[in-house]
């Protein structure tokens, strides 16, 4: 079990999150990050969409009271454990009685802490994840507190391996900062013409690539509301509500566009001007509220290649790391 000494600005339990219920009005919710969540559970075993502990901004402090083995991935929260810095990208055994410390974010805004066997919290609508809003899925439904004492499951044969070499001797090597590097600093955020494109006037198509946005400090895992110039309709007719997804651009009547994330509603009655490509998504939500954003117009098809480049890349980088697992 971990007992939490500090809980950190807001740290909760994530997974891939809950589908098939967004037509009933359930919220997919689930992991912000989810290069780093399928990293992370690969470095300590798990399958890779189990429930890690999601971490914003400013991390927890965490006593472990019993060996675990752990991985760290994402922002850079200045880990450490027992007073010595803790890699991150790493399959990592922590022992009894010691302390990870986690301060406020030199690089990114969100990071994982994976656990070999993962949370052992029940499956809400076949989820681990927190829904914050609604107080379900997670620990106890909400984001972790003091005293909160979490469990951990068992973990997989392949994970009590990966736990006895790491025991044994230290793993030394990390996932590569170019892997990482490619994901998180893109020069711009791709994003594709949304389903109200065509109704935005022509210069504000413009104006929305080749100016800058900020990350409001009015922004959560619902959403990111960003500020910078106002984009203008051709037209004040409403349009009904439809479905959106995970990167949705809305733009409501003042102009400022607001990208919907993790915790969006199920639909959405603002006009649409874009959609941002997932590939990109990872390096959008490590932004912290005042940094700057550009936009780049791709089309669909691009996007596309660009998300199949990205898988194959994963697999490649999966199966290398499960090598180095597996080397002694």
């Known amino acids: 079990m971990i007992k939490v000494i500090e809980a950190g600005l807001l740290s909760s339990i994530q997974d891939n999150g809950r589908t098939g219920y967004q037509e009933s009005g359930v919220i997919q919710s689930g992991v912000m990050d989810t290069f780093t969540l399928r990293i992370a559970n690969t470095l300590v075993g798990n399958n890779e969409s189990e429930g890690v502990l999601e971490l914003t901004l400013t991390g927890p402090t965490l006593e472990f009271t019993e060996d675990h083995l752990i991985a760290l991935c994402g922002a850079d929260f200045s880990a450490e454990i027992d007073g010595a810095p803790a890699p991150l990208w790493r399959p990592v055994v922590v022992k009894k009685g010691s302390t990870l410390h986690m301060r406020f974010s030199k690089t990114g805004c969100r990071g994982v802490i994976a656990v070999a066997g993962g949370f052992d919290v029940p499956d809400v609508f076949g989820s681990k994840s927190t829904y914050l809003r609604a107080g379900i899925g997670g620990f106890k439904g909400r984001a972790l507190d003091k005293e909160d004492v979490l469990p951990i499951g068992d973990p997989g044969k392949e994970s009590e391996a990966t736990f006895k070499r790491a025991e044994e001797s230290p793993f030394t090597w990390s996932v590569s900062g170019a892997y990482t590097e490619s994901v998180y600093s893109p020069e711009f955020i791709r994003v594709m013409p949304g389903l109200q494109f065509d109704e935005f006037t022509e210069e504000s198509k413009r104006t929305f690539t080749n100016s800058t946005y900020k990350l409001s400090k009015q ?35 003042d102009g400022q566009p607001i990208i919907l994330l993790a915790d969006r509603q199920t639909l959405g009655g603002y006009p649409k001007i874009g959609q941002v490509a997932s590939v990109d998504l990872p390096a959008l939500i490590q932004k912290k509220p005042g940094e700057s954003v550009r936009f780049k117009w791709i089309t669909v098809k691009e996007a596309q290649l660009l998300f199949k480049k990205r898988e194959q890349e994963w697999q490649e980088l999966k199966w290398i790391i499960n090598k180095k697992l597996k080397e002694a």
Do not use: K
């Open 219 to 253: 922004s959560d895992r619902m959403g990111f509301r960003m500020e910078g110039e106002p984009l203008e309709r051709t037209t004040d007719e409403d349009i009904l509500s439809e479905g959106v997804a995970f990167g949705t651009i809305q733009v409501p009547s």
